[in-house]
C-alpha cells in the first residue's frame, strides 16, 4: 500500500486543481459539458480542461488578433488610439507608435516616440532604435544623427535595422569618416549582407574600387557555405554582389 500513501499526499494537490476547474467552468458557463467529467475523473478531467478551455483558447485568441492585425492592421491602429486616449501611458504610447511604424505612418510613429523619449519608464534604447527607423524613412538623416549616440554603443544595435541607418544618415549628411567606422562594426562575417553591400557601394563612391572588390567576393564566398534556409532574405544582397563584380551578367 506504499503506492496509495505517496498518491494520497499529492491528492490534495489533485482536488484544488479540480475546484480551480469547476469554479472556472461555472464561471463561463460550460458547466453542463464539463463538470461532470471534472468531477468523476479529478485529474484526467481537469488536465483535459486546462488545456481545451484555457490553454488552447488563449492561443487561438493570439492567432486571431495576429491575423487581424494582419489583415486589417488600421483596425489595431485605431483599438490602440482609444485605448491611450482612455489611458495616456508610456507603454500605450509605445504600442501605438510601433503598430504605426508597422504600417507606414512614419510621422505619427516619430511623434510617439519622441514624446517617449526623456521618460524614466521607458525602456529607451528600443524606443530610439525605432524612432532612427521612423526618422530613416521620412528622410530626416540630421535628426538620426542627434539621437543615434544614445543607443550606439549598445551591443545589440549593430543587429538592429537602427544600425545601418545610422551608418547611411552619417553617409548621407557628408560626414564620411564617421559613416565609415559604422559601415566598418557592422561588417561581421556571416551576418549583415545588406549592410555590407551598402559599405560595398559607400567604398565604390569613394573610389576605393579594390577594397569593395574584397567586399563583394567575400560574401559570395560565404554564401556558397550556407544553405538557402540560412541566408534567408539575404539572397538579395548576395546576387547584387555578384552584379557588381560581374556586371554584365544578370
Known amino acids: 500500500m506504499a503506492w496509495f500513501s505517496q498518491f494520497s499526499e499529492y491528492y490534495y494537490i489533485i482536488f484544488i486543481l479540480q475546484g480551480i476547474c469547476a469554479f472556472h467552468s461555472i464561471r463561463r458557463g460550460t458547466q453542463s459539458k464539463w463538470i461532470w467529467i471534472i468531477v468523476f475523473l479529478p485529474l484526467i478531467g481537469s488536465l483535459a480542461y486546462i488545456f481545451t478551455e484555457i490553454i488552447q483558447k488563449r492561443q487561438v485568441a493570439v492567432v486571431q ?10 483596425g489595431r491602429i485605431k483599438k490602440l488610439e482609444r485605448n491611450l486616449k482612455f489611458s495616456d501611458t508610456i507603454a500605450n504610447r509605445i504600442y501605438l507608435a510601433d503598430a504605426y511604424l508597422a504600417a507606414g505612418q512614419y510621422d505619427e510613429a516619430a511623434s510617439l516616440y519622441e514624446s517617449c523619449l526623456n521618460h524614466s519608464f ?35 544595435f549593430t543587429k538592429s535595422p537602427a544600425g545601418l541607418m545610422y551608418a547611411i544618415a552619417l553617409e548621407k549628411c557628408g560626414q564620411a569618416a564617421l559613416a565609415e567606422k559604422e559601415y566598418i562594426r557592422l561588417n561581421a562575417r556571416f551576418s549583415n549582407y545588406e549592410a555590407r553591400y551598402k559599405y560595398g557601394l559607400f567604398l565604390q563612391g569613394a573610389g576605393r574600387h579594390d577594397e569593395a572588390k574584397k567586399i563583394f567576393q567575400t560574401m559570395i564566398e560565404e554564401s556558397e557555405h550556407m544553405t538557402r534556409s540560412e541566408l534567408g532574405e539575404s539572397v538579395q544582397w548576395i546576387k547584387k554582389a555578384g552584379q557588381e563584380l560581374n556586371p554584365n551578367v544578370q
Open 65 to 74: 488578433e495576429n491575423l487581424v492585425s494582419f489583415v486589417n492592421p488600421s
Open 122 to 156: 521607458t525602456s529607451g534604447d528600443e524606443v530610439v532604435k525605432n524612432l532612427i527607423q521612423a526618422y530613416f524613412y521620412l528622410g530626416r538623416f540630421e535628426s538620426i544623427l542627434q539621437v543615434a549616440p544614445k543607443v550606439a554603443n549598445d551591443m545589440t
